[in-house]
């Protein structure tokens, strides 16, 4: 499978939307194919369990952690009585905060999302590199959205058809979205199989694709169209590199409740892939 879709992804490269960057990547500079048995910690950390509704129920039980066949499923589970863990189901998640970050490039992941009452399987960066402290051993530098950027890349709701990928910052937090493009779409996805989900960060735009149609593209902006300028520090926080989170969560305020009856469930990542663009992410033409 994976020999067929690297063979995919760079016919991707070569035509299509993706043709223009076919001279600037001359295949992946990393690629993360889950080898073995075992999750890379040089590379991965399993994401603890934090007070946003996304890390409601992380938990580093093995069982959630799933390594073999070339593929790593993050699963979701009913508590099967952990001691001294109260929660109703347990989640798994990785992250390459502190050991991988990416810049200016091309980042595939491909993955499948299996559909699950209240189900709500994310993909998203972080910047590497902040001024927050919490004094928590991983959330120590963990960055706020609303003054660093957030790049969403994968969000699927319970059984739906589609995922979400979403710019944050601060500029579009303020104003309830960002008044002069954009920043967010859905894209059809094959609810019952893998799908390849990726993102292409420049110096001036974040473009989106998932299996290989570009489902939104986010611009730097310096003024508005009427000519008004646009507070570019608020609005584009994004030259820096950021770090990958790949994580299962179930129930929360956006998806639902957790419908304990569907478990378990999982996403299983097959690969992750990066092209770094030459020139240091150049303009996009």
Known sequence: MKKNLMMLAVL????????????EVAGPSWMEEFDGDTLDTAVWSKIPRGGAQWCWHMSDLDELYQVGDGRIA???????????DTA??????????GKKSFG?????ICVKLEGTGGGWPAIWMMPAETEDVSGD?????????????????????????????????????QNDGDPYQEKSATGAIDPEGYNVFAVEHYRDSIKYFINDVNTLTYRKMTEAPDGTPVPVKAQWTFDREFYLMIDMQVGASWPGPAVLE????????????????EDEGKPQE
């Open 12 to 23: 991707a490269l070569v035509a299509g939307s993706c043709a223009p960057k076919a001279a």
């Open 74 to 84: 993050l699963r979701a589970i009913a508590n099967p009585g952990v001691p001294g």
């Open 88 to 97: 109703s189901l347990l989640t798994g998640g990785i992250a390459t905060k």
């Open 104 to 108: 200016y490039g091309r980042l595939e």
């Open 137 to 173: 051993p991983f959330w120590e530098d963990y960055p706020s959205y609303k003054n660093y950027g957030e790049i969403d890349i994968c969000e699927r709701l319970n059984f739906d058809p589609f995922a979400y990928q979403t710019i944050h910052t601060s500029f579009n937090l």
């Open 262 to 277: 569907d478990l378990p469930a999982a996403m299983t990542v097959d690969w992750v892939r990066f092209y770094e663009f």
